[in-house]
């Protein structure tokens, strides 16, 4: 199995190169050549087993130059029941008829970013002893919050590796604030950016790019990779949970093989949904994928209207994870939707650069819509859903899934779909304690998160999550902040020390 860039074709690489690589040489991602098949007889084997069986299946199809034993090593390490809570790793919730919440926040940081953070590390260890060059490998993340602290968790302490995480200071919740301040390890780097998820995103793509940033590293016999979701080994367990997901609700009678699903996702980067339109290729039953986006909605317009212009205010919401202007892994669908021309998509990535916006044409648009649709949430909406899944279910969700159960509840009032319909739920409430109290409706007097966390305890009769409660009494280790024009200088101090 090979990858070939979105921006040219011509650059082709082995598994193992695309997840170390991160991104091509010329800004293009990696995308499979061609997509394995999932085919009945294999979905119905798949349905008698556990989450690492499945995962062998969907990952041993992708990774071509990665063994069985290699691959198996890899999953049995990241899914460890130690750092997974629970017997199962991404467990569905029924709630109501035909709406079915998959919890993908069991793991370390309690967000979804750890399903494929805990594999990511191992997969690039393995990689690089492919290579055999012998470079430390400098992981550059850009985060709007959980990606920093799932990465930094990821790959604290693991050889030949440093990382180092920037976030834009005002974007985070002042919870995932701490996780990153807090993060151990000696081969971490953790620097506060003035600036939005924007800036730091793009800063980091301009690091990556810059000439003499990468000399520099060349004489330090490192190399740069990426954690963001644009790396294919990001993106790639993703695909396990949507299939999985799809096996336990016919193990469980809830439909039989073959019928089809919706599934419904928050989006903010367009990582997790791309996941479930790669699962759908493949030949798993999915009927619509419905992109739900917070009051940032140009991927929401998108989707409605064929144009994507991101010249529209920012806002910071309450699902800050989603605040999100340029979504990254939405050329990935550009290309596959546009024949892989990969000229054509050089092109709308141009005019996306220098314009803000593009449009794609009436083809394109109306293939996006055959697989997807959207809609938006508002603040309003979002509190609301919070409180009203909390009054009828007892169930207590974060506003980034509610974000993605409002979406879907308009959706299928406005459409009568009744399709069963798998939502990614992407964090535990407890990451986003403020929001979600004041979504139920209770006055806060309190500033301390960890003293809002214990009153949402006492009215939900849910628990803080031991690795949430834990930060309190850790120490903060980084606390400095850089102008989003003074990246670099927060990279060699990264460098410097160890
Ligand atoms: C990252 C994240 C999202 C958005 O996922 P994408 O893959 O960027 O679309 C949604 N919810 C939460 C909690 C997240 O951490």
């Known amino acids: 199995m090979q990858y070939q860039s979105t921006r040219d074709k011509s650059q082709q690489v082995s598994a193992s190169q695309a997840i170390l690589q991160g991104l091509s040489a010329e800004g293009g991602l990696f995308v499979p050549k061609q997509l ?20 062998q299946e969907v990952l041993g199809s992708f990774l071509g130059d990665f063994s069985p034993s290699e691959i198996e090593a890899c999953l049995k390490g990241a899914y460890d029941e130690k750092k997974f809570s629970g017997s199962q790793i991404a467990p569905l919730v029924r709630l109501g008829e035909n709406m079915y919440l998959l ?11 750890d399903m494929a953070l805990q594999l990511l590390p191992r997969f690039m260890t393995a990689a690089s002893q492919k290579s055999g060059d012998g470079k430390e490998i400098v992981i550059l993340v850009a985060t709007s919050g959980d990606t920093g602290k799932a990465a930094l968790e990821g790959f604290c302490d693991v050889p030949g590796i440093r990382i180092v995480v920037f976030y834009p200071e005002e974007g985070v919740s002042p919870l995932q604030k701490l996780q990153m301040a807090t993060q151990e390890g000696n081969n971490v780097f953790v620097a506060a950016i003035q600036g939005n998820f924007d800036d730091a995103q793009g800063g980091v793509k301009k690091l990556f790019c810059n000439p003499q940033v990468t000399a520099m590293l060349q004489e330090q016999n490192r190399v740069f990779s990426s954690a963001n979701s644009i790396n294919w080994g990001r993106l790639l367990p993703q695909i396990v949970y949507y299939v999985s997901a799809y096996c336990d609700l016919v193990r469980d ?57 991101r010249n529209r205010p920012f806002y910071t919401t309450t699902s800050p994870s989603m605040d999100i202007l340029i979504s990254s892994n939405l050329e990935r669908l550009l290309f596959h939707l546009m024949d892989e021309d990969d000229a054509a998509v050089r092109q709308l990535m141009e005019r996306l650069k220098n314009e803000g916006r593009y449009t794609v044409s009436r083809q394109v648009l109306s293939r996006l819509q055959a697989d997807f649709d959207s809609g938006f949430s508002d603040e309003e909406e979002t509190a609301a859903t919070i409180k009203r899944l909390f009054n009828t279910y007892s169930y207590l969700c974060d506003p980034h899934t509610a974000v993605a159960v409002s979406v879907y509840e308009s959706y299928r009032s406005r459409t009568g779909d009744d399709t069963k319909t798998v939502i990614a739920s992407t964090a535990n409430p407890f990451k986003f304690p403020q929001a979600v109290l004041a ?7 309190q500033t301390d998160e960890f003293e809002i966390a214990r009153k949402l305890e006492e009215l939900s009769g849910s628990k803080m999550p031991g690795q949430l409660a834990g930060l309190r009494e850790k120490p903060v280790r980084f606390i400095e902040s850089f102008s989003k024009d003074h990246m670099e200088d927060a990279l060699v101090r990264a460098l410097q020390n160890g």
């Open 439 to 445: 979504a139920l409706g209770c006055e806060i007097q």
């Open 36 to 55: 394995p098949g999932l085919s009945e007889p294999q979905l119905e084997r798949m349905v008698r087993q556990d989450y690492i069986q499945r995962a």
């Open 253 to 309: 009678e809830q439909i039989a093989l073959g019928d089809p699903i919706n599934v419904c996702v928050p989006t903010g980067n367009f990582g997790n949904i791309l996941a479930a339109y790669y699962a759908k290729q493949m030949g798993l039953p999915i009927h619509k994928l419905i992109c739900a986006s917070n009051k940032n909605n140009v991927l929401a317009d998108f989707i409605q209207t064929g144009t994507y212009d």
């Open 103 to 113: 919890e993908l926040w069991h793991g370390p940081t309690c967000a979804f970013k």
